[in-house]
């Protein structure tokens, strides 16, 4: 996915480390090392930030979109990642506020507390 005539603009993502923002545990290894090589540059084509200068790149973009099955390491390493961040983000949207305690305190000000 990195041939060497890539456009600078793209080259600039591939140096920075990929915050995965999920739990990394059900990566292969495999993926896990692509994610964290081309992450930031598959990120930045999927949002637009960046245009497809490959081939590759343009079918990346339609697997992004579900319009094509991931070929590549790389591909399916996405295509996971996007599923794990929306699993994740149902699971936390799903479960139920913690519970307020009431230590007995009468009434107090929140905007003047210090934390």
């Not at 540059?41 to 960046?50: D, N, R, T, W, Y």
């Not at 591909?75 to 794990?84: D, P, S």
């Not at 149902?90 to 009468?106: I, T, V």
């Amino acid at each position: 996915m990195t041939p060497p005539t890539l456009p600078p603009e793209h080259l600039e993502y591939l140096g920075r480390p990929f915050a995965f923002r999920c739990s990394a545990e059900v990566f292969p290894p495999e993926e896990v090392a692509a994610l964290s090589g081309q992450g930031n540059l598959l990120a930045a084509l999927a949002s637009g930030a960046v245009l497809p200068a490959t081939p590759e790149q343009a079918h990346f973009l339609a697997v992004d979109r579900d319009e094509a099955e991931p070929t590549t390491v790389c591909e399916r390493a996405w295509v996971r990642l996007k599923g794990r961040r929306e699993y994740e983000r149902e699971r936390r949207s799903a479960q139920p506020p913690p519970e307020r305690k009431d230590y007995g305190m009468p009434e107090w000000d929140q905007d003047r507390c210090w934390w």
